[in-house]
């Protein structure tokens, strides 16, 4: 079954920057559009970037945008976010999937804290 595994995660100060990775186990992702996705406590969970399926094309929501890079290596199964800048409204829990998304598909997600 499709398993997807978010790792890199950190508390940094604001300024800092992180890479996260998203592993895909199950299936090979080559063909979906996939996207980066964070919860903040007491908010929903929202996209903040979106990359089709052969990386051509890209999204990012307007208050990451010059910030955060989404990429992808499709002959590693892997999705990945760059945060350069980050700041602290930046902390959440980051989850990736499909996007759209696939409800089934949801796993752990990486805590991103930054201070200030």
């Known amino acids: 079954q499709v398993q997807l595994v978010e790792s890199g995660g950190a508390q940094v100060q604001a300024g800092g920057s992180l890479r996260l990775s998203c592993v895909a186990s199950?299936?090979?992702?080559?063909?979906?559009?996939m996207g980066w996705f964070r919860q903040a406590p007491g908010r929903a969970r929202e996209l903040i970037a979106n990359?089709?399926?052969?990386?051509?094309?890209?999204y990012y929501r307007n208050d990451v945008k010059g910030r955060f890079t989404i990429s992808r290596d499709n002959g590693y199964n892997t999705l990945y976010l760059q945060m350069n800048d980050l700041e602290p409204q930046d902390t959440a829990i980051y989850y990736c999937?499909?996007?759209?998304?696939?409800?089934?598909?949801w796993g752990q997600g990486t805590q991103v804290i930054v201070s200030p």
């Open positions: 990359i089709n399926f052969n990386g051509h094309e890209a």
């Open positions: 199950g299936r090979t992702i080559s063909n979906w559009g």
């Open positions: 999937n499909t996007q759209p998304p696939t409800n089934d598909y």
